[in-house]
């Protein structure tokens, strides 16, 4: 079975800190994805990947962004981090057609 | 662009009664159809997808969900709920072709009580 990996499942940051939340994937998939989890608001799409050093913006890039060096590793980063982006934050890697997804990171910006 | 519709946000129901959770889709192109579950502090796990073929999916936890094409639905379905089916359900497509991002629809969670 595919394995998801997120480095932390729980952060907590302050305001305007640079965050990076990592993931790793253990099945050489070329599609890589992040959502964030919101009450009443399903998943939404941040960024993804299509190969390395390759992204694409999702529904809701703002205050976000990607790197993706290695096939295996799909890196989000918060580059000033806020209040309105205390979520959980969830990353999927895609062997088609199915979808795997990690165990999630919460993270809460005080 | 492709976008899911839950018509629920919660479903409460009694222990061995049926549930139906709904989900309605909006695409232009053919879509592949997935529920997705979410138990209480655990991560995101597929319950069921549709591919092609039948149009009637199930789940080895006994739960189905019928494609309806010209309905543009992919509603789910038990007939007698446990406790243990309490969790967040999540409808979502994907496109066949093309970007094959999921989009997601906002969520149901269901709530058994005995």
């Known amino acids: 079975d595919v394995k998801v990996t997120q480095s932390s499942r729980y952060l907590v940051k302050r305001t305007g800190e640079k965050v990076f939340l990592e993931c790793v994937q253990d099945?050489?998939?070329?599609?890589m994805f992040w959502y964030r989890q919101d009450p009443g608001l399903g998943l939404r799409l941040i960024y993804f990947s299509y190969d390395v050093k390759m992204k694409e913006k999702g529904d809701i890039p703002e205050g976000y962004s990607v790197s993706r060096e290695k096939k295996e590793r799909f890196s989000l980063i918060l580059e000033s981090a806020s209040t309105n982006q205390t979520s959980m934050y969830l990353c999927?890697?895609?062997?088609?057609?199915?979808?795997?997804f990690g165990s999630g990171t919460r993270l809460t910006v005080v | 662009a492709q976008s899911v519709t839950q018509l629920d946000s919660q479903v409460p129901v009694f222990e061995e009664a049926p549930v139906e959770l709904r989900c309605n889709y909006s695409s232009s192109v053919s879509v592949y159809l997935f529920w997705y579950v979410q138990y209480p502090n655990q991560g995101l796990q597929l319950l069921l997808k549709?591919?092609?073929?039948?149009?009637l999916v199930e789940s080895i936890n006994g739960f189905e969900a019928e494609f309806n094409k010209s309905q543009t639905s992919f509603h789910l379905r038990k007939p007698s709920v446990h406790i243990s089916d309490t969790a967040e359900y999540f409808c979502a497509v994907s496109r066949i072709q093309g970007a094959q991002k999921l989009v997601f629809g906002q969520g149901t969670r269901l709530t058994i009580n005995p």
């Open positions: 999927a890697s895609r062997g088609p057609p199915r979808y795997t």
């Open positions: 549709y591919l092609s073929g039948s149009t």
């Open positions: 099945m050489d998939h070329e599609n």
